[in-house]
């Protein structure tokens, strides 16, 4: 256990021992000695760590934090710590309607004010869920108190008849063999359970395992911590360790801001081309380095990460799941190979005081099938590609998921992405998507390109993730099941499909994909990273002035969040913060 520094002073003894405020000592004092703390704890210089709960009966992705906090307790007061353990507003990626999207930013703000506004000297972020980890990362750079983030692991492996099923993933499949006729509506759902086998979040590389690999690859978890299943003994070990070493922390007064520099941003976009990484990566990502003040930007992840390799054979990219990533070593493996080959900055610090190098010295590839070594990748420069032209500034594109028949079909030379052109179908928003899908008159054919506009976070309360769209189901019959797809909404982080998608400024807010028409021809050049309408400036000039008579508003708002964070959220490219958020840094 290291020393206390004698230069700090611990900020929750403003509220348990404050001489100079007898009044307001005594009353926070007695309301905490209430629950069964003794006086002589609150005030004996021991740090109090918040456990920042995430788990709930709604939160099914994280509730085995509710066990593993047993542990994290343990190891905060083997250190000298005392833990109080708050419950965070819930966020259950799938279960949420709108779209779980809408409640980042509010468990953002809601975790701000709990560690801005209570006696805590640090906190444990329980992750897990997709936007469970931006948004307890995001808090914590806010408000900048010693943080470090426990993962609650993948499940275990799905399988069905011999074969493995990646949560999430095995939908996108499923639903195309239910649209096929090959399934009936309950092989669907038992097929789709299958998936889903334990406690855990995503055992795919979805936004979960991402997110959970990113926080470690930041440093802003425990080594290793990442991708060790829910249920392995290992998780509750990590959990213990992760206990003691937040009140180290404390002590040391590490924070945030010593650990999310632009370095360890720049390492975390390089590990998310390696493994793969969720198109949502760049949104959440984005969004932590805004509040913790460093300057991060879509043109920062062609630059850093495009030229990375894919070596993470996971699902959707590629076969395998979560217990055979740790198995295989997890992200220490990814961020040796990449680190030993040049392509990280070992010097970024961590939660555990070490740099990311020290860290890592030991990590090896345990299996080479699943991680593969930088000598034979699953795919080459498999960064987020970032496109541009006249309908829109920014969107990103996952090439690593673009399938050897996808690109035989589309591309003129399929290793060199080059380009290709098609007729647009236009849907504004999801429900006219899912109505009209089917429907012959579209005349949808394998040339097609798919455009969905109104799913921003302004078109579309929280940006809804529909930008993967499946083909008519008649299409699928005739084999083929993916066709392009543009939009400026998201899609889901277990999705294979190579969209180009998080297009800003989105359709509502003034971008051009407003102005596109159905039957238009559209470019996508993936050489020049662009797309554009092959249509004149007059023309685009004219469509403007016809909009700005009849301007598009998207669905009612439901609730007053929804009001409110159409009004207050930035674009994808920023991060989707709400922008008067990012002054507010540093605040503890
Ligand atoms: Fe929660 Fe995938 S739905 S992790
Ligand atoms: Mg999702």
């Known amino acids: 256990m290291s020393e206390q520094n004698p230069k700090i002073s611990l900020r929750s003894r403003a509220w348990f021992d404050n001489p100079a405020l007898p009044d307001m000592t005594a009353l926070y004092l007695e309301r905490y000695l209430n629950y069964g703390l003794s006086m002589e704890e ?3 210089d021991r740090p109090i760590i918040g456990i920042a709960q995430t788990g709930s009966d709604l939160s099914p992705c994280n509730r085995h934090h509710i066990v593993l906090a047993e542990r994290v307790r343990d190891g905060i007061r083997e250190a000298g710590g005392i833990p109080i353990e708050f419950p ?20 953002y703000l809601s975790l701000v004010e709990t560690l801005f506004g209570y006696p805590l000297d640090g906190v444990v972020l329980t992750i897990g869920c997709d936007k469970t980890t931006p948004a307890c990362l995001m808090a914590a750079a806010t408000v900048n108190i010693p943080a470090i983030a426990l993962s609650v692991g993948p499940m275990l492996n799905g399988n069905f008849k011999g074969e493995r099923t990646g949560s999430g993933t095995i939908v996108w499949k499923a639903r195309q063999m239910l649209a096929a006729g090959e399934i009936d509506y309950k092989g669907f759902i038992k097929l789709v359970a299958s998936s889903a086998p334990s406690t855990g979040f995503c055992n795919t590389m979805g936004t979960a395992t991402t997110m959970n690999s990113l926080a470690e690859a930041l440093g802003m978890s425990l080594p290793g911590n990442a991708a060790i299943p829910a249920p392995h003994r290992d998780r509750a070990e990590s959990a213990y360790h992760t206990g003691r070493q937040i009140v180290e922390m404390v002590r040391a007064d590490r924070k945030p801001s010593d650990i999310l520099t632009r370095s360890a941003f720049l390492n975390a976009i390089r590990v998310n081309s390696a493994i793969g990484g ?15 003040g460093v300057e991060l930007s879509l043109a920062d992840w062609e630059s850093h990460g495009a030229d990375i390799p894919l070596l993470v054979n996971l699902q959707p990219a590629g076969e395998y799941l979560g217990e055979d990533y740790y198995r295989a070593g997890g992200v220490p493996a990814v961020m040796g190979e990449l680190y030993r080959a040049g392509l990280l900055d070992g010097e970024a610090l961590t939660v555990n005081g070490r740099t990311v190098a020290q860290n890592i010295a030991e990590a090896v590839i345990e299996d080479e099938d699943v991680i593969r070594p930088l000598s034979s990748p699953l795919r080459p420069a498999a960064g987020l590609t970032v496109l541009s032209g006249n309908l ?19 591309l003129a030379n399929p290793d060199d992405l080059e380009a290709f052109e098609g007729n647009v179908v236009v849907f504004d928003g999801p429900e006219d998507y899912h109505h009209r899908i089917d429907d012959p008159a579209l005349g949808i054919t394998d040339r097609s390109i798919l455009v969905i506009r109104g799913a921003g976070p302004v078109g579309y309360p929280g940006g809804a993730e529909v930008v993967n769209m499946r083909p008519p189901a008649a299409l699928i019959r005739a084999g083929i099941d993916a066709l392009p797809c543009i939009g400026d909404g998201r899609q889901s982080g277990t999705s294979g499909s190579p969209s180009i998608l998080n297009a800003s400024p989105e359709a509502a807010a003034g971008g051009g994909l407003a102005l596109l028409r159905t039957g238009d021809i559209v470019r996508i050049d993936l050489k020049t990273r662009s797309v554009n309408v092959l249509v004149s400036d007059e023309e685009l000039d004219r469509r403007r002035a016809e909009n700005a008579e009849n301007p598009f508003s998207g669905p009612e708002s439901q609730t007053p969040w929804h009001e409110i964070a159409r009004r207050e959220t930035g674009q994808f490219a920023g991060g989707a913060v709400i922008e008067s958020a990012v002054k507010y840094q540093r605040i503890a």
């Open 392 to 410: 829109f500034d920014a969107a990103v594109m996952k090439k690593s998921v673009i399938s050897d028949a996808f690109r035989a079909r589309y």
């Open 278 to 292: 969720s198109t949502n990566a760049p949104i959440h990502l984005n969004a932590i380095a805004r509040h913790v």
């Open 42 to 44: 609150l005030q004996s």
């Open 88 to 107: 965070c507003h819930p966020i259950q990626e799938t279960g949420k309607r709108p779209t779980a999207g809408l409640d980042r930013n509010l468990a």
